[in-house]
């Protein structure tokens, strides 16, 4: 049967069926899942800080991207608060310098954080291939990517009500970040199923989409399949983060 013959979800399915992508959501990585449980190193935790960095920078110009495509001046006037949000405006720092903030909390140094020099080349292609896809898809496609925020307050809420047990050596001015994302998330939540619930209705398009948000996903996988590798040595003899392959037998 052809995708165009096949009768398009309703608003409340096609939602179900984003809602259900949760599965691949980054929450259960085993990077992830060794900070949820307290069985981080210090310096483990530095590292994710360090290159999530980059992801936090990166935000507001994969969304300046989006605004850039879209005519629609309803939706920048809606979609220019992700921005703000993350730079900051008037008297208000931003999540970026929240992040910062977070980083200090964890033992870095600002300068350490600011040059990206941990920045892992994963992480960097990871995160260079996301702001290159809002730059060169359809804006309502890009913006349907964003919808991972679905799932976001719930990792966030594990941080903060699990880490200061795990790692009360972290400042606790560091959980400001996570304490602000779990209002604007789910304000930015709203905003994007709107379009996408909106824009998308025939059954072609909203498997599109399927796919979009998954490729999100796999790239935030991605990110920490990178930092597993290099941080946390796999426990095969003759291996580690970085071993020359000619080193294994």
């Given at each position: 049967?052809?995708?165009?013959?096949?009768?398009?979800?309703?608003?409340?399915?096609?939602?179900?069926?984003?809602?259900?992508?949760?599965?691949?959501?980054?929450?259960?990585?085993?990077?992830?899942?060794?900070?949820?449980?307290?069985?981080?190193?210090?310096?483990?935790?530095?590292?994710?800080?360090?290159?999530?960095?980059?992801?936090?920078?990166?935000?507001?110009?994969?969304?300046?991207?989006?605004?850039?495509?879209?005519?629609?001046?309803?939706?920048?006037?809606?979609?220019?608060?992700?921005?703000?949000?993350?730079?900051?405006?008037?008297?208000?720092?931003?999540?970026?310098?929240?992040?910062?903030?977070?980083?200090?909390?964890?033992?870095?140094?600002?300068?350490?954080?600011v040059s990206q020099e941990l920045v892992l080349p994963g992480v960097r292609f990871a995160v260079d291939a996301y702001v290159n896809f809002a730059r060169h898809s359809p804006w309502q496609e890009a913006a349907a990517s964003s919808l991972t925020e679905l799932f976001a307050p719930t990792i966030h809420k594990s941080r903060l009500d699990h880490w200061p047990t795990h790692y009360p050596w972290i400042e606790p001015e560091g959980y400001d970040y996570f304490q602000r994302r779990l209002t604007?998330?789910?304000?930015?939540?709203?905003?994007?199923?709107?379009?996408?619930?909106?824009?998308?209705?025939?059954?072609?398009?909203?498997?599109?989409?399927?796919?979009?948000?998954?490729?999100?996903?796999?790239?935030?996988?991605?990110?920490?399949?990178?930092?597993?590798?290099?941080?946390?040595?796999?426990?095969?003899?003759?291996?580690?983060?970085?071993?020359?392959?000619?080193?294994?037998?």
């Open positions: 049967m052809n995708m165009n013959d096949l009768k398009p979800w309703t608003p409340e399915e096609f939602e179900a069926k984003l809602r259900a992508k949760s599965v691949s959501y980054h929450i259960y990585h085993p990077f992830q899942a060794m900070m949820h449980e307290g069985k981080c190193t210090r310096e483990q935790l530095q590292a994710w800080v360090a290159n999530r960095y980059y992801y936090q920078i990166s935000i507001p110009v994969k969304d300046a991207a989006i605004m850039a495509n879209c005519p629609d001046r309803e939706v920048r006037r809606h979609w220019v608060q992700r921005i703000l949000d993350h730079d900051g405006y008037g008297g208000e720092a931003g999540g970026i310098e929240a992040w910062i903030r977070l980083g200090e909390a964890v033992g870095l140094r600002r300068e350490q954080i604007e998330a789910p304000r930015d939540v709203v905003n994007g199923l709107r379009i996408t619930l909106g824009y998308f209705n025939t059954r072609e398009a909203q498997e599109k989409v399927l796919g979009i948000l998954q490729f999100k996903l796999d790239l935030l996988w991605s990110m920490l399949d990178a930092m597993l590798l290099a941080y946390c040595p796999v426990q095969i003899e003759g291996w580690g983060p970085y071993t020359q392959m000619t080193k294994v037998s």
